[in-house]
């Protein structure tokens, strides 16, 4: 048996089995490496600002912790709610709140006006409301101003009453605890004023007071209102005014309140007279004959109301 023969392979190319066939694999690979690189960079980019936008819409919707028992806050209520209510039964009915604790005081009636006075249980504050006939003694005109009246050389502070306007010439330097304010009537026939004064002087009463004095008052100035209070009542049609009829004569030194009596008995008073709360009623009340043919005040429906407010 012959041997194989013997190939002689020196003369046919040899297959060349170098790192040159691998360069195109190892490239793709390089690129698909910073892809995936990119990819997963841009990944956790988005997912951490995901997490940061998450963390701020849950602190925005987190619920506040309630206020602890001494720093909760406390609800705005009307500190008038419990105060007294004073009315008058005059041409302009008047209305305006007090603190409950003041009393209110009698009555001074001064020819065509009045003076009401409260009293303060704890001597804090002096309150007054009173009215006068608008009539210059020296003109025998009516003020024309507030400014005239009170003879001050400048408008004063301008207050609202109720849609009235008034002047506030108190406080100023050197009576900085008195409180005033002047204003007319709708009609210009009555001057009004209110006032308040905190302590003795100011000197003598802490800045702390007279400020709590001046809260106090602006309180009570935006209380007032003016009234039509019996204007569904017939009767109050023809009571606009006090009325004596010729037969009839009131006390002419107190006027609203005195007695009613037949003409020329009635007394002779001057000065000043004091007289209860309740006198205020008579000031439209009407003096004349009555059934049992003597005079008196008619108990008209209004002034029955008005007395019955005062028991």
Known sequence: ???PPIID????PSINVSRQDHKPRRGLAIIIGLLSFLVLSSLAVAAFFYYQNQQLIKLNTVTPEPYPPNLRPTP???STTEWEIYTTNTDENISFKYPS???RLPILIRGSGFLQEFEDPEGSFEFAFSATGNSNQLTGKPFSSLMEYAQMSYPG?????????GRQYLPRAGSENVN????FSPDQTVIYNLFLKTGDTPLNTAAVEIQAGQALFSKILATFKFIDQFASEPDNLNSTQQYVSPECGVNPGCGAGADCTEKGQEANVSGICVVLPEAICYLTARCEIQPNGNCGWSQTSELTACLARFK
């Open 9 to 12: 392979r020196t003369d046919q």
């Open 157 to 165: 502070r301008i207050v609202n009453l109720d849609g009235q306007e």
């Open 101 to 103: 604790p003041w009393q």
């Open 1 to 3: 048996m012959e041997p």
């Open 180 to 183: 005033s304010v002047d204003f």
């Open 76 to 78: 705005t209520t009307d």
